[in-house]
């Protein structure tokens, strides 16, 4: 059983690669097609009076073995290209956001992707992950890692889909710890025009045994943010024609003068075309080359005396006989297929993250905006991390174009207050203006909800919480970055002892802490980390009270 899964690990992909690779536009040469049937007579060529235009576009290729295709997994992974100008591309480069989780106590790892201005597709991503969790019947909690587990390496990984399974649990980058358990990876198999083909493949089991190996080819078209999965290649009628193409061309080799049309197929003959049709070869130049297994034959065959085949039988069909098989849809990717990929829309926009599912914490930054702000914004979108800014208004008046590049990009803008006063130290009526005013001038300014605060010093008390009514958000881990204690104590301080749910202070307003930013962000997702808003911490909705975490 686990012989035969990871044989269809390997086909699978290298069918989907070889209709990528078919989609490249070079139609047209002919592809070859081998056949394990009779040699043929001497001199032979394929009919093509009207009469017998059922094969015309189609050759029995004789001896077996076409030495230009080689039909292993090195071929399969040797053939691995992206359509169109995708081979220059590599995930990042697409404007995809890349994701990893691992949890050990399931046994479980994950490398993925989510696509900007496709939730259909990211949504399919977690419920894959969230069905892998509840298959293995054990509770979850998000885990992150010690920093040495170098989980910031993330996304696809180039070659995965067309593995075998074992490998695929047993590489450190795509399996879980032990090689025991499940592994869900992803592939970029194309990208052209406004489709982006992306290959989900998720592995249980072990090393010593496979237990599930199931594969997904998802087409997103990221100009409509649709979604399909899988693509039906062929007309309905296709495989009868090529059976009677086979047939055809048997009953010629084996000298026959009839060019009586064939009797059509039985069921058991138009699935062996047909599963020969879908597992086609795409060789460099267009066409197909068609592999139709042992057991070929029709009445008129065995009315000449020739037996089912007993070997493969292999035809060679040009490209304008296979396009005129191809589904609408097939044919409409061969039409884009040689189209630059148009990139997308949304590149660089956040998608939400479900902290329920992945572990996150939250990096905030008082005081802003100042003059290193745009410097850390660079940061953040190279890692593709969110922050939230909690903003001085006096500040954010003096940097209106920094606060709209905050909320442009993703990040979430908070109320600071407009001008750091102690809100217990003033009148009730003067903190809730202090607030107040402050969250009104940064939605006018960023365009997005200012939703929560910040209490300059972190000083505040039910009575002038009461008279706010905001959610006052304080921290689980104050670096003390005010003190100015260096990059390397920063890094400590934020990375090693951050727990899923945290909040992290920090002040834009420091080099130091700008210049530190990059490498505690890698530091936090190499222990498996997301960096998410303070809404999105808390699952979209802050409760409308005085709130940290940890």
């Known amino acids: 059983m686990a012989s035969r899964l990871a044989q269809r690990s390997r086909a ?96 479980l790892a994950a490398r993925f992707v989510y696509v900007p201005g496709v939730p259909a597709f990211n949504d399919h991503v977690d419920r894959l992950i969230w069905a892998a969790i509840g298959a293995s019947g054990q509770p979850y909690v998000p885990e992150v890692h010690p920093v040495e ?54 592995v249980t089991g072990s090393v010593a045994g496979i237990t599930s190996d199931e594969l997904q080819t998802l087409y997103l078209d990221v100009s409509t943010g649709g979604m399909t999965e899988g693509v039906q290649e062929w007309r309905e009628e296709a495989p009868a024609k090529l059976w009677a193409a086979a047939g055809e061309l048997l009953r010629l080799q084996a000298g026959a003068l009839s060019t009586a049309p064939l ?41 000449i005396g020739v037996g089912p085949t007993t070997g493969q ?23 884009a297929a040689g189209q630059p990929f148009v990139r997308l829309a949304a590149a660089g926009a956040r998608m939400p993250i479900d902290c329920a599912l992945l572990p996150c914490v939250a990096l905030t930054y008082d005081d802003g905006p100042s003059g290193f702000t745009p410097e850390l914004l660079d940061t953040l979108a190279a890692h593709h991390a969110a922050a939230t800014f909690y903003m001085i208004g006096g500040a954010a008046r003096g940097n209106p174009e920094v606060v709209a590049r905050v909320a442009d990009e993703g990040h979430e803008v908070g109320s600071h207050t407009m001008n750091h006063k102690t809100l217990t130290k003033i009148p009730l009526a003067d903190a809730r203006a ?113 709130v940290r975490r940890g």
Not at 313 to 331: E, H, I
């Open 434 to 546: 202090q607030v107040h005013d402050a969250a009104a001038l940064l939605r006018q300014l960023s365009g997005q909800p200012v939703a929560t605060y910040r209490p300059p010093y972190g000083a505040i008390n039910a009575d002038a919480q009461a008279a706010i009514d905001m959610p006052s958000v304080l921290w689980s881990i104050d670096t003390n970055d005010w003190q100015r204690p260096g990059q390397s104590a920063l890094y400590e301080r934020a990375v090693l002892p951050a727990q899923p749910g945290h909040i992290i202070l920090f002040h834009d307003t420091h080099a130091d802490t700008v210049n530190a930013a990059g490498d505690i962000i890698i530091g936090l997702q190499n222990r498996g980390f997301e960096l998410v808003t303070v809404t999105e911490l808390f699952g979209g909705a802050v409760p409308d009270a005085i």
């Open 263 to 303: 009797a059509a197929p039985d069921a058991t003959q138009l699935a062996l075309a047909a599963e020969a049709l879908a597992s086609a070869a795409h060789p460099d130049g267009g066409g197909l080359r068609v592999t139709l297994p042992p057991g070929l034959t029709s009445s008129e065959l065995e009315g």
């Open 12 to 107: 699978r992909p290298a069918r989907v690669r070889a209709l990528l690779l078919s989609l490249a536009g070079t139609l047209a040469l002919a592809v070859t097609l081998s056949a394990c049937a009779a040699e043929p007579v001497a001199g032979w060529l394929p009919p093509t009076a009207p009469e017998s235009a059922v094969t015309a576009g189609v050759l029995l290729v004789p001896g077996g073995a076409d030495p230009l295709i080689r039909d292993d997994t090195a071929a399969a992974t040797e053939s691995l290209a992206l359509v169109g100008d995708a081979r220059s591309f590599d995930a990042a480069e697409l404007g995809l956001a890349p994701h990893r989780l691992r949890n050990d106590a399931l046994g």
């Open 149 to 202: 587990a170098g989980l910031a390496d993330r996304g696809c990984v180039a070659g995965s889909a067309a593995w075998p399974a074992a490998e695929v649990l047993s590489r450190p980058e795509t399996g879980p710890v032990g090689g025991t358990g499940t592994a869900i990876t992803c592939e970029v198999t194309g990208a052209f025009g406004s489709t982006l083909v992306l290959v989900m493949r998720t």
């Open 313 to 335: 039988t292999v035809l060679q069909v040009d490209a304008a006989t296979a396009n005129g098989w191809a589904s609408d849809q097939r044919r409409a990717l061969l039409a």
